[in-house]
C-alpha cells in the first residue's frame, strides 16, 4: 500500500471541499479552436457521455502539466485554468471533489452546461499550457 | 424562406458532380459550396444596395471543416457533425444577417462557428462590449437558445426558431 500511496494510488482517497480561491485545470483539444481568432470555442465546456460532471483537477493535487500528460494524445490537447469560486458564479455549477484510486485531483463540475453556462465559461477560462508548448 | 430553400436544393443538387439549371430566378453552380452560394444568391435577390457578406460567407464555407471530424474527434467520445447541422447553421446566419442589414448602410463581423456539445454547432459574436452566443442543435425539431450579455448587466436569453429571421437579436448585439 506504501508503494502504492507513493505512486499517486489509493483506494480511498478522502473527498475534500474544495476553496473559491484554488483552481482547477482543464484538457482543451486543438479541435474546439476557432482558426479564424485562435480561440477555444465554448463547444469544449461539456459533460461527457456517462459523466456526471466536466472533469478537471484540482490545484492542490495536480499541477497544469501533470493533467497534460494524463491525456490520451498531449499533443492534441491545450490546459485550460479556472478559479473555482468563478466558476460557482456560473449559475446551477456545482464544484465537487471525486478522486480516483489513481488521480487525487480528479474533480468535476456538476450542473447543465446549456448555452448561458459554456456562454459564462468562455469568460473565467486562462490558458496554462498552450497547444504550442503540448505539441514539443 | 431559408426552409422552403433547403428542402427545394435537396430535391436538385445530388443528381450530378457539377450542373447547371436555370429555373426563374437563380442557377445552380457546382456541388461543393453550391448550397451556400444559392441561399446567398437567393436572400440577395432585390436588394439595394446589396450588402457586402463576403467574410460572412468565408467563415460560413470555413465551418464545413466540422464535417470531417468524424465521431470521437477530441478522444472523449463527441459525436461528429453533419450536413444538415451545417446547413441549418448556414441558412441562419444568413437569415438573420442579410435581413438585418436590409436598408442598413452598416456591417457585422463574422461570428466564430465552432463545434458544439452533441453535434451542435456554437455560433458566437463579441462586440462592442457585448456577446452573444446561439447554439444549433444537430436535432432538426429542437429549437436553438441563445445567450447575450453586455458590460451593464443586461441579459437576452431564451431559444428560437431558426427558420424565421427575427432581426431583434442582431440589433441588440449591435446597437
Given at each position: ?42 463547444g469544449?465546456?461539456r459533460?461527457?457521455s ?87 | ?65 466540422m464535417l470531417?471530424f468524424g465521431d470521437?474527434w477530441?478522444?472523449?467520445g463527441s459525436v461528429g457533425y453533419t450536413e444538415a447541422v451545417w446547413?441549418r447553421s ?25 463545434p458544439g456539445p452533441d453535434g451542435s454547432f456554437d ?12 447554439n444549433i442543435p444537430a436535432d432538426e425539431?429542437a ?33
Amino acid at each position: 500500500m506504501a508503494a502504492n500511496v507513493a505512486n499517486g494510488i489509493g483506494p480511498n482517497w478522502p473527498v475534500e471541499d474544495i476553496p473559491d480561491e484554488d483552481r482547477l485545470y482543464m484538457w482543451a483539444h486543438r479541435n474546439y479552436i476557432d482558426p479564424k481568432t485562435g480561440d477555444f470555442g465554448p463547444g469544449m465546456f461539456r459533460i461527457r457521455s456517462g459523466e456526471d460532471g466536466m472533469s478537471t483537477a484540482w490545484s492542490k493535487y495536480s499541477t497544469a502539466e501533470q493533467l497534460h500528460r494524463r491525456a490520451k494524445k498531449p499533443q492534441d490537447n491545450a490546459i485550460i485554468v479556472m478559479r473555482v469560486g468563478e466558476v460557482r458564479a456560473i449559475p446551477n455549477q456545482v464544484v465537487r471533489h471525486k478522486p480516483l484510486p489513481d488521480h487525487q485531483a480528479h474533480s468535476e463540475i456538476e450542473g447543465e452546461k446549456d448555452t448561458e453556462a459554456r456562454a459564462k465559461y468562455l469568460e473565467i477560462y486562462q490558458i496554462a499550457i498552450p497547444l504550442l508548448e503540448a505539441a514539443q | 424562406m431559408a426552409d422552403k430553400i433547403t428542402r427545394y436544393l435537396r430535391q436538385e443538387r445530388w443528381s450530378q458532380e457539377e450542373s447547371t439549371y436555370q429555373p426563374e430566378s437563380y442557377k445552380f453552380i457546382k456541388k461543393e459550396g453550391g448550397y451556400l452560394e444559392n441561399v446567398i444568391h437567393i436572400k440577395m435577390l432585390g436588394l439595394k444596395p446589396t450588402p457586402d457578406i463576403s467574410h460572412i460567407r468565408d467563415a460560413i464555407q470555413q465551418s464545413r471543416r466540422m464535417l470531417e471530424f468524424g465521431d470521437d474527434w477530441d478522444d472523449e467520445g463527441s459525436v461528429g457533425y453533419t450536413e444538415a447541422v451545417w446547413e441549418r447553421s448556414s441558412a441562419f446566419l444568413l437569415n438573420y444577417i442579410v435581413d438585418f442589414l436590409k436598408g442598413r448602410s452598416i456591417s457585422i463581423e463574422a461570428p466564430s462557428i465552432t463545434p458544439g456539445p452533441d453535434g451542435s454547432f456554437d455560433i458566437y459574436w463579441r462586440l462592442n462590449g457585448r456577446k452573444l452566443l446561439v447554439n444549433i442543435p444537430a436535432d432538426e425539431n429542437a429549437s436553438a437558445t441563445f445567450y447575450g450579455d453586455n458590460r451593464d448587466g443586461d441579459v437576452v436569453k431564451g431559444s428560437l426558431n431558426t427558420a424565421t429571421g427575427k432581426q431583434w437579436l442582431l440589433t441588440w448585439l449591435t446597437e
